[in-house]
């Protein structure tokens, strides 16, 4: 387990007065290693009308065992609840409750998926409420569910069905664990997903993490390589000795540059052309926090924050986009944050600049497709990071458990994220910011 509380409370005393004081009783996460089942078990149940016949099937060939409805004394590995045909309030009900059926044999770290529509405004108003209702539905059951379980959703635009390919890839991801700690979040979906080595989706790419030499960044360096790309690393020439030993554990290659540089972006697509081959992946991972009060804050705090943690992403993507340097379907992850989502007292400066990530990977998404390409963010919530263990130890406390899996993330639950939105598993994916927080109540 990540922190004390936690390991304290899984000890058979500590689980006595978790029930008895009604303590928060956060369970080990079942997270990703290689060569171990995605799911913790065969039993998945699939809800939902005709239109979901056809990913009923396709599970069934994967060699799951499949049911069609909740059956008695039956512990489910995964649920997956089609909503995708609601056209009205009304029709959410029986999928709905049948879920509920379900929801009482879960298994321990079982996943639950619910596939539905994204609501937009030249929807009919009945389809609207039900296309939104389903999100509504999702996030309560995400609170809802226990030991270790979680429940997310799929939104697929117009044109991808069900038991499509389209579908199936982002699918994986969410059953798998390695979205072990992402929870109570959607995600919309377009045609392109394609399948992946389920253990190394990134065979064969280049990729470039920022921000490399520690933290989440040499996590982020660590699960792209791991999982089949060869990666330049990137950190301030303050961080070199660092930087090279990240880079050596993994076999990349280290270039010391601040990002704030006129020409950083250039300076990546030359190291890169001439080290690597063309660019497939590029992580913005790199970030400042100068924490102040607004009414206290000085120029120099608020100026470096949004040149650092945003300004550079704008220079740098117009550079790359241009060098010709990005390999056929280049895939950029920047790094967000709740904080960006929420605000957060002190950080006026920081949540301005994360909010301007998720403004600018919408806005881009578009060049990014012309280009072949897809761009999105990954908004961590509460990580167990030096930053975090920094907190004072109350605040710390209270933040690790502010979510519904009641504990911190770890940095590869981070890395994981932004592996997946890297993949062509997520080519259907784009202009989105996804959660890694557990369901955080900040922000939700
Ligand atoms: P960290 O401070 O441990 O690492 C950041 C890295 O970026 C350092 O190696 C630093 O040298 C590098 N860096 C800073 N300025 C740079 C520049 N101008 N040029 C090149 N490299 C530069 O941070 P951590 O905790 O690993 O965070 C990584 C990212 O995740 C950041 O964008 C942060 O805002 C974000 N994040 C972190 C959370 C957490 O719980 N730790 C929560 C939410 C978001």
């Known amino acids: 387990m990540t922190d004390s509380y936690s390991r304290l409370i899984n000890t058979p005393l500590g689980k006595r007065a978790a029930k008895a ?15 171990v089942e995605d799911l913790p078990g065969r039993e998945v149940l699939v809800l939902g009308g005709e239109g979901a016949d056809p990913l009923a099937a396709r599970l069934l060939s ?9 059956e008695p004394r039956t512990a489910y590995a995964a649920v997956i609840a089609d909503f995708s045909a609601a056209a009205e309030p009304g029709d959410l ?7 509920g059926h379900a929801l009482k044999g879960m298994a321990a770290h079982g996943r639950i998926v619910v596939l539905g529509r994204p609501a937009s405004p030249q929807d009919a108003p009945g389809t609207a409420a039900a296309r939104a209702g389903v999100v509504g539905l999702m996030r309560s059951v995400a609170h809802e569910v226990r030991r270790g379980a979680t429940c997310n959703a799929l939104l697929l635009e117009d044109g991808v069905e ?33 399948a992946t080595d389920p253990d190394r989706p990134l065979a064969g790419k280049t990729a470039v993490v920022t921000g490399a030499a520690r933290g989440i960044g040499a996590a ?31 076999g990349g290659v280290a270039l010391q540059l601040d990002i704030t540089a006129e020409d950083a972006g250039r300076r990546i697509a030359e190291a890169a052309s001439a080290r690597l081959g ?17 009414a206290n804050m000085d120029e120099a705090r608020w100026a470096s924050v949004i040149a650092v943690n945003v300004s550079s992403q704008l220079a740098m993507n ?19 944050s709740t904080s960006g989502i929420a605000g957060n007292r002190g950080q006026s400066n920081y949540a301005a600049s994360k909010a301007g990530i998720i403004g600018m990977v919408a806005a881009e998404a578009e060049r990014f497709a012309r280009a072949g390409g897809t761009v999105n963010a990954v908004a961590p919530g509460f990580i167990e ?15 690790r458990r502010l979510n519904s899996l009641q504990q911190g993330g770890v940095p590869d639950d981070v890395a994981q994220a932004v592996g997946f939105l890297a993949s062509d598993a997520a080519a259907g994916i784009s202009g989105q910011t996804l959660r890694v927080c557990g369901q955080s109540m900040v922000g939700a």
């Open 93 to 99: 009900q029986e999928t709905a409750l049948a879920l």
């Open 62 to 70: 994967q060699g799951r065992s499949v049911h069609r409805h909740p």
């Open 385 to 399: 990071t030096e930053m975090t263990r920094a907190m004072p130890a109350v605040t710390r406390e209270v933040a």
């Open 278 to 294: 063309p660019i497939d992946v590029l992580v913005h991972n790199a970030g400042i926090t100068r924490d102040k009060l607004l």
């Open 318 to 336: 117009r550079q790359l986009l241009d060098s010709g340097a990005l390999g056929p379907a280049p895939r950029f992850v920047s790094l967000a």
């Open 21 to 35: 004081l009604g303590l928060p009783h956060p369970v080990p996460l079942r997270r990703y290693e290689p060569g």
């Open 220 to 250: 982020i360096v660590r699960r792209l390589s791991a999982d089949g790309a060869r990666v330049l690393l990137v950190d301030v020439p303050a961080a070199g000795e660092a930087l090279t030993n990240v880079a050596n554990e993994v």
């Open 162 to 194: 069900p038991g499509s390919d389209d579908a199936a890839a982002p699918l994986r991801f969410l059953l798998s664990t390695r979205s072990a700690y992402v929870n109570g979040q959607p995600l919309t979906v377009r045609p392109g997903g394609a």
